[in-house]
C-alpha cells in the first residue's frame, strides 16, 4: 500500500484548542451559538441546516458572558485582568472519512464521548457549552469551558499549560479514544513534527481537501511534465 493510499485510509481523531479573553468572547458566541443568519468569514455554513446543530451540555442558558459570569460568581472571582483568559474552546472532530457511513445516533456518540473526556479529565461544572455543528462540511463540537483550577481559580496556564500541556491533552485524548474507537490514529504532536499551529478553523474545511484528494494529487504530479 502506498503513501496517498495510506493518507486516504488514515482516520484521526482531532483535538485543537483556542483561548479567549474578554473582548473575545462575542465573536466566538456568535459563532457557536449562530446568532447570526449569515457569515462572511466562514461560507462553509449551511444555516437552512443549522437547526440540526444541539448543545450536549445543558446546564447554562444565556450569552457567553453571562454563562461565565455565573462561573466566576460562583467560585467568588471578582473582577479580572483585562487580557485574563476567561474562555477556553476544545474543537474536536475527526477525519471526514470517519463519520462516513455513521448515523446521526453514532455522530453523536462520538461528540458525547469527547465530552465525557474533557468532563472525567476535568470536570464538568465548568463546561458552558458543547455545541455539535452539523451545518458545515464535516461534523465537529465546540467545546468551551472557563478554566477554573482545583483550588477555585481562574487559570488557563494552570488547566492546560503552554504547547506541552497541550500536547499532553492530546496524548490523553488519543488514549481515552482510542480504547473506544480502534480505528482512530494519533497525529504527530508538534513536538516532533515543529509545524506551525493550525488554526482550528481549518480543520473544519478539511471535507472540501478530501473531495479534491485525487485532483490534488494529479495536480502535485504533473507540476514539471
Not at 449569515?38 to 454563562?67: C, E, M, V, W
Not at 462520538?110 to 458545515?136: P, Q, R
Request: aromatic letters at 10%.
Amino acid at each position: 500500500m502506498g503513501k496517498e493510499e495510506d493518507l486516504q485510509m488514515a482516520q484521526y481523531g482531532i483535538l485543537r484548542l483556542q483561548k479567549y479573553d474578554g473582548g473575545a468572547v462575542r465573536g466566538i458566541d456568535t459563532h457557536v451559538e449562530r446568532r447570526a443568519t449569515s457569515s462572511r468569514t466562514n461560507p462553509d455554513i449551511d444555516f437552512d441546516k443549522s437547526a440540526r446543530n444541539y448543545d450536549l451540555q445543558s446546564q447554562y442558558q444565556g450569552t457567553f458572558h453571562s454563562r461565565i459570569k455565573n462561573v466566576l460568581e460562583r467560585e467568588g472571582i471578582g473582577k479580572t485582568r483585562k487580557n485574563a483568559v476567561l474562555l477556553a474552546e476544545l474543537l474536536f472532530t475527526a477525519s471526514p472519512t470517519f463519520f462516513d457511513g455513521k448515523t446521526q445516533d453514532e455522530i453523536r456518540q462520538y461528540f458525547t464521548d469527547c465530552y465525557n473526556f474533557v468532563a472525567e479529565k476535568y470536570g464538568g461544572e465548568n463546561i458552558i457549552s458543547a455545541m455539535v455543528h452539523l451545518d458545515e462540511k464535516t461534523p465537529h463540537m465546540h467545546l468551551c469551558f472557563v478554566p477554573i483550577t482545583e483550588k477555585g481559580r481562574l487559570s488557563s496556564k494552570d488547566i492546560i499549560g503552554g504547547p506541552k500541556g497541550l500536547v499532553g491533552w492530546q496524548d490523553k485524548f488519543y488514549e481515552y479514544m482510542h480504547e473506544k474507537y480502534p480505528d482512530i490514529t494519533r497525529g504527530t504532536p508538534v513536538k516532533v513534527s515543529h509545524r506551525k499551529h493550525i488554526p482550528p478553523f481549518m480543520f473544519k474545511v478539511a471535507g472540501e481537501l478530501y473531495d479534491h484528494y485525487g485532483e490534488i494529487c494529479g495536480a502535485i504530479n504533473n507540476l514539471g511534465h
